[in-house]
């Protein structure tokens, strides 16, 4: 008879926003045999090197495995859970009672599944009574998210998966799919080889997603919106506009062209101001006018800008323009990067929206107030991730939770934001691991959260559907899951009546049937027809997209009715600003470090680093520069160099690369003070964010350059 233990168990990938399903095969050691899940619509059995090396990250080393507490002499010593979960509460008690609400704050990651999420979001915002709770998805797609709601009213991804198969032009704007979602991009290659779709690439570096296109834009940085202009203005004095989708199902037409004109008024003059070759600008809009089935993809290197709603409000421009929305193999798409950004903000995991999408409105304050029974709710948007840190700088927050993210690693000026930790009279941390660098940064107290493959619940991926997170293997020494630990601290805070969850579907069901609460079957967001999941259903579920209403068909596409999720129901066209970058390069700082992931490693590098076969691909931190800055500089290929932003400054290898364009570098981010002392590159970032979605821009701060 086959050990039941060591049966495959249906899971879904650790990493990237793509939500690839995986099938895990316990070797009853610890480990796990990994294989792509064929019947997982996200990837039908494929799996990224990311993805196939799961099971060489299993291992227990360096694992946080019992909760720890500083004592008096400064020593980091084991307690008991109780112990520890008392002293957090209690902690947090005293200065909540002293200084308000709003000197504590919760900083969460999309590593985290929904119903961690939706916890730790009721317990501050519903109970605590301040929204202080954002999340390392605040870095990653929160342009997306403010570029959607003020288009669509709602933060609402559009398109599904299978339009990438069904376009005949895919447009990927400041994204390196090859790297970061890479069996998307596997499948965006399918439909060029079988259907001969056509494949542009828009990004200041040539990169190996650029190597596959049927034609490069390399654009100098911040300049997307002007191309977008220029493609709106193009489209109109070509008649390629659906003047009458305009008309039926959009406002705000009129402004957003007149702005467009001005920004970028003609092809001549958008490839002045983008700095591309007239006959490619040409080329481009020629494309995008002529092909219907149309799929515009734009990730970090539109979101991660301090101009990056605007950017996304200028693409999704010329998709209402000419009614590319909706329809198969036509739509907007925002490539989300982590495995649960989307999961997270659709419970509130973000400091401007409450819960299941809600915002805060009277209406929505009130509804969400009476669905949990809170009388303390909060009232106000709370702080964003960068402002977040700045606060706890300046001493205003005194007290803060990190989940499952390395804020000393991967915020904008991550040496402020390290020193900002040490100012904290409370720093817990809820951690799969010993030792980081946000842990070492004067943590008071750890606690062991489960680790993928140990936990079990819900993700959401980038084409809104949402998959089990499954348990195979058994949980190592005291380790918990992180909606049980918030949960437990909210009972010892004395809200125990509103937090009686015993498991994750207990969360679920409640999560769900908020979605649906008072909504009408209105709201983008509503997964209501699972909120009667019986625990059986909950363990069996099979990955489904939202919305789910009861007696609805699925919708693979939002807007195909051409209603939004506006007051009026109609989209919005969007005027957006002048592009520009918000520094100037100088003659101390004449290059633009522009930051990004690598394909093989994820973040900061805790789960990856433990495989040394992804290990092999670009082993260590590097910093690429064209041919012309290095000779200028006085820098080598392989040799070592010190680069210098305003905020500090790391060492780096060499690679001298035409894929890099003049006057620009480009780093990684993955290492950390633990893994390569001097390449903590977040360090180096300019903490400038974008006034709508509060998103630093990591793609543009000055920096030098110099032999080390
Ligand atoms: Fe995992 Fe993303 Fe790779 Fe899929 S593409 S296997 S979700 S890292």
Redesign the pocket.
């Known amino acids: 008879a086959i050990d039941p233990a060591l049966r495959a168990t249906r899971t879904t ?1 650790a ?2 926003g ?3 399903g995986v099938l895990a095969t316990p070797d009853g050691n610890g480990g796990a045999a990994i294989s792509g899940d064929t019947e997982h619509p996200a ?1 039908f059995g494929r ?2 090197s ?2 196939s090396a799961l099971g060489e990250t299993l291992g227990l080393e360096g694992r946080l495995l019992h909760p720890m507490i500083r004592c008096s002499n400064g020593v980091m010593e084991r307690v008991a859970w109780t112990d520890a979960l008392d002293h957090v509460a209690h902690r947090f008690h005293h200065i909540i009672a002293r200084d308000g609400p709003g000197a504590v704050a919760f900083y969460l990651s999309g590593q985290l599944l929904t119903e961690d999420y939706y916890v730790a979001n009721k317990l501050m915002k519903g109970f605590i009574g301040s929204a202080n709770v954002d999340t390392n998805s605040r870095l990653c797609m929160s342009s997306s998210v403010a570029g959607h709601k003020r288009a669509f009213g709602a933060d609402t991804v559009p398109g599904c998966y299978e339009d990438l198969d069904e376009a005949d032009l895919l447009v990927l704007t400041g994204s390196n799919a090859a790297w970061c ?3 998307l991009f596997q499948r965006m290659l399918v439909n060029k080889q079988r259907r001969g779709a056509r494949i542009v690439v828009i990004d200041p570096r040539r990169t190996d997603t650029a190597g596959d296109a049927d034609l490069f834009l390399g654009l100098k940085p911040g300049t997307d919106t002007a191309l977008f202009s220029g493609l709106l203005v193009y489209l109109a004095d070509n008649g390629a506009l659906d003047r009458d989708y305009i008309e039926r199902y959009t406002a705000g037409f009129e402004d957003a062209m007149a702005r467009a004109r001005s920004i970028a008024g003609s092809t001549a003059a958008t490839a002045l101001a983008t700095g591309l070759a007239e006959k490619d600008v040409a080329a481009f809009f020629q494309m995008f006018a002529n092909t219907p089935r149309v799929v515009t993809l734009y990730s970090q290197g539109v979101n991660q800008s301090a101009q990056g709603t605007d950017k996304v409000n200028a693409i999704l421009n010329c998709h209402l323009a000419t009614g590319r929305i909706g329809k198969p193999g036509a739509s907007p798409f925002s490539l989300t990067g982590q495995p649960n950004a989307m999961g997270g903000r659709e419970v509130g995991g973000l400091a401007n929206q409450l819960a299941a999408h809600m915002n805060f409105t009277p209406p929505d304050i009130d509804r969400v107030r009476r669905f949990w029974k809170a009388p303390r709710i909060a009232t106000h948007e709370g702080l964003k991730a960068v402002q977040m840190f700045e606060a706890i700088a300046r001493g205003e927050i005194k007290a803060l939770w990190v989940m499952g993210t390395n804020p000393a690693v991967s915020l904008p000026d991550a040496d402020a934001a390290r020193a900002a930790l040490g100012k904290l009279e409370l720093f817990v941390v809820s951690e799969n691991v010993r030792s980081n660098d946000t842990v070492n940064s004067g943590v008071h107290v750890l606690l062991p959260a489960q680790a993928w493959g140990e936990k079990s619940g819900t993700v959401t991926n980038s084409e809104r559907r949402i998959s089990r997170q499954r348990a195979f293997l058994t949980p190592p020494g005291e380790t918990k899951p992180d909606w049980w630990i918030v949960g437990e601290v909210a009972k010892r805070l004395g809200f125990g009546a509103a937090f009686n969850f015993n498991s994750a579907a207990d969360v679920f069901r409640e999560h769900a049937a908020l979605s649906a609460f008072e909504n009408g079957g209105s709201r983008d967001f509503d997964v209501g027809a699972l909120s009667s999941l019986s625990d059986e259903a909950f363990d069996a579920m099979a990955p489904v997209q939202w919305p789910i209403r009861a007696g609805e068909a699925p919708r693979p596409r939002l807007f195909a009715d051409g209603r939004f999720f506006s007051n009026d129901h109609k989209a919005r066209f969007i005027a957006p600003e002048v592009p520009v970058l918000r520094t100037e390069t100088t003659a101390a700082r004449p290059l633009r470090l522009n930051t990004g992931r690598i394909r093989d490693q994820w973040h900061t590098m805790t789960r990856t680093g433990a495989s040394p076969r992804l290990g092999q691909h670009l082993p260590e931190p590097f910093v690429e520069i064209h041919p012309d800055d290095a000779l200028k500089s006085g820098v080598t290929d392989d040799s070592f160099a010190r680069i210098t932003t305003d905020y500090g400054q790391c060492i780096l290898k060499v690679v001298v690369s035409e894929r890099q364009q003049r006057g620009m570098l480009f780093a990684p981010i993955h290492w950390s003070e633990e893994t390569a002392s001097d390449a903590r590159v977040g360090a180096l970032v300019a903490p400038f964010t974008d006034p709508y979605s509060g998103q630093p821009e990591n793609k543009a701060t000055p920096a030098s350059i110099v032999p080390y």
């Open positions: 990938c990493y990237c793509v939500g690839c990837n799996l990224c990311k993805g979602h890479p069996v």
